[in-house]
């Protein structure tokens, strides 16, 4: 299994490292340090989110939109792989937000929500189909069957709300590393140790 998770971590990383020398190509820099603040502040920003919304979407609806089934905890509502996963998540937003390979247009609100909610919305589907590969399930599992389990389109505005957090608060926290990996730390620690 440890042979498994390792190759899962090292294709996630294969298309940012693509787009990394795409980017040195074009003579763009890359902040390592905006990258660690992404990485450290969505380490446990995805999982709290994750926690946070399955509660509120319960009550709405009474319901759940998802549930996780490789490495499941909070019974079933995030995963114990969500540090290194919502981190890497977090990475791919970095470099959509501020590494773009191709300058685009301002966009409208519309356009915006559906370019940055759509762009995780595939990460997230490329995600699980590569999981499915390695570990013969789902990595998650979406009980609303409209893109046939892999994902789904309801969670798009969350995607564009977490999107947002993300940017906003990795943004905050940059060059503030001892804080932001401290945070990650206490409530990666929580989120484990109160299951």
Known sequence: MFFKVFIFIIIQFVPLIVWFYLLKRKNIQVDWR???????????????????????IEWIFHMPIWEYRTFPVHN?????FGP??????????CF???YQLFPL?????????????????????????VAYFLFNDYFFYYFVPDLWHWSS???LPFWWAGYKF?????????????LNISIAILIIVVLFAYQ
């Open 34 to 56: 905006l990258i660690l603040s992404y990485f450290a502040f969505g380490s446990w920003f995805g999982m709290m989110g994750e926690l946070f919304l399955y509660k509120i």
């Open 76 to 80: 079933g509502i995030t995963s114990s």
């Open 105 to 129: 247009k301002k966009k409208n609100p519309i356009k915006s929500f559906l370019f940055e909610s759509g762009f995780l919305l595939v990460i997230e589907m490329i995600f699980n189909f």
């Open 166 to 178: 993300i940017v906003k608060f990795s943004s905050l926290f940059y060059k503030e590393e001892k």
């Open 153 to 155: 389109f309801t969670n």
């Open 96 to 98: 959509h937000k501020n």
């Open 84 to 93: 290194i996963m919502w981190g890497n998540a977090a990475i791919y937003i």
